[in-house]
């Protein structure tokens, strides 16, 4: 029987993170990763992304970021960083293997989409959400004859010249998106809720500095201000460049017709693309096929990553799974850690 001590599946920071944990606690993990690289979805995000996080607190447990620790690292340098730390864990990591699904009969069976079956007693879910992008569900948007995208499906600026373009979305995603895409296009960015603004930095330091020593990074009262909207962290740039209208920041459409949109006023205008910067839910339907692992929406049933119904299970890589760091490279370790701590002993 093909049985191990501690199945990851994911192989991004999530799941590298998972791992160094499962090591520290005398485990040998296997990683089972979709991807045939290291570095999980960085890989996949728009070319112009960066971190916006300094280097001095964007490093997973045991290996610090390289380089000048106050610059704000590029995508490309997240993806190096990942693989050079998946180098240095002693783990089996299984790349180009999708999950397909998992069954429960005392321990744990993984089943992956090439019929191979691995065995644990303890599993943790590590796969983010970058694989289950969030459109809602908008009055006639299925009639709508121009693009569709959303921010996974953006790459850079090629391909929008000239064009009219409505970002939905209110997060640091949708600004950043919509004023790249503004120097060559026309950009409009929707949203419900009026666009919130955090300075990055503060009294001379980085707003991840104060995060970090105030303890807010791993405070649990910061679920109560999701409902608010996350806040824009900006320099100053971004807010300057909306009030400049490049892009024009506007209310939310009422509903999409066929050529674009409908505005408050009543108003219809044609739109060549929608694109939605809309957020994501956790990427975890490898689990439906263990009743009660997930609520009937889908989302993981836990407390602080650990399965509340499932013994042996664990997530690591939520958003707020217990804090506001916790879907970040800062946060996502000290998240590992207390979940290995609790379901080392299942079985």
């Excluded at 740039?237 to 006023?265: C, D, I, K």
């Excluded at 879907?327 to 370790?333: C, D, E, I, P, Y």
Aim: charged share 20%; glycine share 12%.
């Amino acid at each position: 029987m093909n049985h191990h001590q501690i199945i990851i599946v994911g192989g991004g920071q999530a799941g590298l993170a998972a791992a160094r944990a499962a090591i520290d606690n005398r485990m040998r993990p296997i990683l089972v990763d979709a991807s045939g690289h290291a570095g999980g979805a960085w890989r996949r995000y728009y070319d112009s992304l960066k971190l916006f996080s300094p280097a001095r607190f964007s490093s997973l447990p045991g290996m610090p970021f390289p380089g000048a620790q106050e610059r704000y690292p590029h995508r490309d340098e997240v993806v190096e960083y990942l693989a050079a730390y998946s180098r240095t864990l002693e783990a089996e990591i299984l790349r180009n293997t999708k999950v397909s699904r998992v069954e429960r009969a005392g321990g744990f069976t993984v089943h992956t989409a090439a019929g191979e079956a691995l065995y644990t007693d303890r599993l943790v879910v590590a796969t983010g959400s970058y694989g289950s992008p969030i459109i809602p569900e908008l009055p006639g948007l299925a009639s709508f004859k121009g693009r569709i995208l959303h921010s996974k499906d953006y790459k850079s600026v090629k391909g929008f010249e000239g064009l009219r373009v409505v970002v939905v979305g209110g997060g640091n995603s949708a600004i950043q998106i919509a004023v790249e895409l503004s120097h060559v296009a026309r950009v409009s960015v929707a949203s419900r809720r009026k666009i919130q603004w955090q300075r990055q930095r503060l009294l001379g330091q980085d707003l991840h500095w104060w995060l970090h020593h105030s303890g807010l990074d791993r405070s649990q009262w910061i679920h109560r201000l999701r409902g608010a909207g996350v806040p824009v962290v900006d320099d100053g740039s971004y807010r300057s460049a909306l009030q400049n209208r490049h892009p024009e920041a506007t209310p939310m459409f009422t509903r999409v017709v066929e050529e674009g949109v409908m505005w408050a006023s009543g108003e219809t205008e044609r739109v060549d693309v929608l694109l939605f910067a809309t957020g994501f839910r956790p990427d975890v339907s490898m689990l439906r096929t263990i009743g009660g692992a997930l609520s009937p929406t889908g989302e993981p049933l836990h407390t602080k990553g650990v399965s509340t119904t499932v013994p042996g299970l664990g997530f690591v890589g939520l958003e707020h799974q217990r804090g506001f760091a916790s879907a970040t490279l800062r946060g996502v370790g000290g998240d590992a850690r207390h979940v290995m701590n609790r379901i080392k002993n299942a079985g």
